[in-house]
């Protein structure tokens, strides 16, 4: 639908942005890229937002520790997974 952003996707990119340019033995091409971000999104807790008041909201939600160590554990989890079975030669 026109209009909604999935908040989560966002945390999610910004911690592959963040993580896999200090781990260079990790494949990071777009293919891997997406893979490891579905493999995340599809454990952490969608978060919808309609306009940027609602983004703002998230984020001060997010700024909890457990909710940022929740995030950065399932990113870390995707990287092992699919660095370790890539879906490529």
Do not use: W
């Amino acid at each position: 639908m026109e209009g909604l952003r999935n908040i989560t996707e966002e945390d999610v990119e910004e911690q592959l942005n963040r993580l896999l340019p200090t781990m260079p033995n990790v494949c990071s091409c777009e293919q891997c890229r997406l893979d490891m971000a579905t493999y995340a999104l599809n454990r952490l807790k969608p978060n919808y937002v309609r306009s940027d008041k609602g983004a703002l909201f998230h984020k001060v939600n997010v700024s909890s520790q457990q909710a940022k160590t929740e995030i950065l554990a399932t990113v870390v989890n995707a990287i092992n997974i699919i660095s370790s079975k890539p879906s490529h030669d």
